[in-house]
Nanobody, 118 residues
Framework: QVQLAESGGGLVQPGGSLRLSCAAS????????MGWHRQAPGKQRELVAS???????NYADSVKGRFTISRDNAKKTVYLQMNSLKPEDTAVYYC????????????WGQGTQVTVSS
């Protein structure tokens, strides 16, 4: 089993920045793909960004150029640096872990709320 614990969410003004962290424990492997998903009220959950063990990244079009995902395998931690935040980025953000052979995330964190508002 894998446990994922997110932190770093909160309230920020438009144009501001936040850095989310996700600490993994249990049978997490450095070969697992790590990612961040989000779900806004009344909307479906969507992929925000993901990163492979080799460091290849993938971003949703809506966050390209503003968000950066990174990972520290030694610390078993994945980060999401969010800059130039917009009100439409308001959502619950979930950390995910996906085995190399899986098509979808296998593990989800509890989520952390990000609210962008003036």
């Amino acid at each position: 089993q894998v446990q994922l614990a997110e932190s770093g969410g909160g309230l920020v003004q438009p144009g501001g920045s936040l850095r989310l962290s996700c600490a993994a424990s249990g049978s997490i492997s450095s070969t697992d793909r790590m990612g961040w998903h989000r779900q806004a009220p009344g909307k479906q959950r969507e992929l925000v960004a993901s990163i492979t063990s080799g460091g290849s990244t993938n971003y949703a079009d809506s966050v390209k150029g503003r968000f950066t995902i990174s990972r520290d395998n030694a610390k078993k931690t994945v980060y999401l640096q969010m800059n130039s935040l917009k009100p439409e980025d308001t959502a619950v953000y979930y950390c995910t872990a996906q085995r190399p052979w899986s098509r979808w995330p296998d593990y989800w964190g509890q989520g952390t709320q990000v609210t962008v508002s003036s």
